[in-house]
């Protein structure tokens, strides 16, 4: 098994976790991989964007707010450097550049996710279609097929109307489901002619957590103690003034704790039913009244970390890695692929979130393929007092750990305090998928992976560009990605 050690932000070398036993090191003699590597035709690589982080024109062509617009207007310090999503990358106005630099990497396919803002201003159709923002995605998507690329179309990336949390509490009300059905349809009515990939939700979980648990990402509603939000969750911090950011996000944090104190420990797994439910209304929908015509294929996008134990020699610890992957991951795929949550979620999933037979049928097999973001691996720790109640109690975890018993750092750390590089940690999911869910699994995309780096003032255009961090850890992933295929 090969080691190595990599220097932290005190310049003092730390030993690196070793490659599992039977894993290969990927890319050992720096072999440039390619697409040519990747010998099947129809093989897509692409990038990934979210509506609100690149778009901008918030205000602009008929868009209204959505809970992220309500989080950094109202809330600046719930982002690090208090920027917000008003222009953004400004892809409204560049996505012709965008595109055609795109197709000028080698780029086959894009996917994208639409505002359900920007179309359905008022959250429901009844309330109003906006020719607007149906005519910039058309434009999109002509675009995307002008430079012979596949569009692969999310349809909810985290930016639900402001207005239908304020009516009902979005996602933690069933009425979420049939408005999602009705958003969901309109897009494959007006797209569905050119659009061959759908993806109803991505990363329910996050979703879920953040939003539920934690209380970091809109609709900040925390179910757990501010002390332990900030104790269990990764941060994001890649900003240029960590100190001041560090405050402000704490400052945020605690405002979404005194506006979320009537929130409940049950939350977030109702929350997680009804995404669920919704993804699982799109499907249903796209299945009956476009599949026959339109000939595309619908799934889900769900994140996972991969984990190992903190004592390889704990059988707690050996178990704690199974529930922290059942807590994030088989959350979502074990309701779709086998009717049921799994069997160490089963006795802390509330009543209100459990599913009555016939939404579980409907649930079951909603998917013609698996999304699946992967960007890091961390290390699992069993916690065997866990204080309070709720999902972070549920899944007795210390919490995410990133070194080992034996002092070993799981990866090279990146710019992001939750993102060390592991790309032998994918080919151990990716086995893992393959081991458990047998002959219910379906095709898998991997529809995100990526690097984080340090936002520094130094960073010029120039040497931002010359990245070469990034390249390796996309080579070193690549490898790994070959070898599980073959």
Known sequence: MESGKVSNDEDTEIPIFPYPSGVLPANND????TRHDFRDDDFLFGSATSAYQVEGAAAIGGRSMSVWDHLTLGNPGGIDDQSNGNVAADMYHRYK???????????NSYRFSISWTRVLPGGRWSAGVNKEGIEFYNNVIDTIIKYEMEPHVTLFHFDLPQCLEKEYEGFLNRKIVDDFREYAELCFWEFGDRVKFWTSINEPWSYAFNGYVTGSFPPNKPSCTLEEALRSMPTYKCSVDSKKASKAFEKSISIAYECGKNCSPKDPYI???????????????????FEDSQGGKIGIALNSVWYVPYDKNSEEDKKAVTRAIDFMFGWFLDPILRGSYPDTMKRYIPHEAKFKPEEIEKVRGSIDFLGFNYYTTHVAKHDPNPQGEGYLADRRLVKDLYVTKEGLQIGEKSGAEWLYVVPWGLHMHLKFLKDTYKGDLPPIHITENGYADKNTKENTAYRASQDQSRVKYYQDHLAHLLHVMK
């Open 271 to 289: 929350v997680g039913k009804n995404l669920l439910l919704a993804h699982a209304a799109a499907v249903e929908s796209y299945r009956t009244k």
């Open 30 to 33: 720096n072999t440039k991989i």
């Open 97 to 107: 550049e965008d595109i055609r630099m795109m197709k000028q990497m080698g780029f």
